[in-house]
Nanobody, 120 residues
Framework: QVQLVESGGGLVQAGGSLRLSCAASGSIFSINVMGWYRQAPGKQRELVAH???????TYADSVKGRFTISRDNAKNTVYLQMNSLKPEDTAVYYC??????????????WGQGTQVTVSS
C-alpha cells in the first residue's frame, strides 16, 4: 500500500507565498511522475504542474512564472512553491503520484488534498 500525505496549505493574502509538500510512503519500488492538481468549488480538477523522475517539468499556463515544482527523489517528496498568489488560485490542491509498487505494476495514487485560500 502507498500513501501520499500533503502539507503546507493555508490562508494567505494576495501576492503572498505558500509551499506545499507531498511525501509518498509505503510499498514503493520507484516513482515516475509526481504532480499537483487543484479543484476549485464548482470546477473540474485541473493540472497545476508535474515533474518526471528525470526532472522535466510541465506547468499550466495560469501558473507559469509564479509556481515552481520540484522533487527530492531520496525522500519521495514533491514540492510546490507558490508565489504571487491570486484569489483565483484558491482551491483544494491534490498531490498525485504515478508509482511502481513492484517492477511490473504502476498505479496512480492521490493525496487527501490541502486547502489553499487566497484573500483579496
Amino acid at each position: 500500500q502507498v500513501q501520499l500525505v500533503e502539507s503546507g496549505g493555508g490562508l494567505v493574502q494576495a501576492g503572498g507565498s505558500l509551499r506545499l509538500s507531498c511525501a509518498a510512503s509505503g510499498s514503493i519500488f520507484s516513482i515516475n511522475v509526481m504532480g499537483w492538481y487543484r479543484q476549485a468549488p464548482g470546477k473540474q480538477r485541473e493540472l497545476v504542474a508535474h515533474v518526471t523522475g528525470g526532472g522535466t517539468t510541465t506547468y499550466a499556463d495560469s501558473v507559469k512564472g509564479r509556481f515552481t515544482i520540484s522533487r527530492d527523489n531520496a525522500k519521495n517528496t514533491v514540492y510546490l512553491q507558490m508565489n504571487s498568489l491570486k484569489p483565483e488560485d484558491t482551491a483544494v490542491y491534490y498531490c498525485k503520484g504515478s508509482i511502481y509498487d513492484n517492477p511490473q505494476r504502476r498505479r496512480d495514487y492521490w493525496g487527501q488534498g490541502t486547502q489553499v485560500t487566497v484573500s483579496s
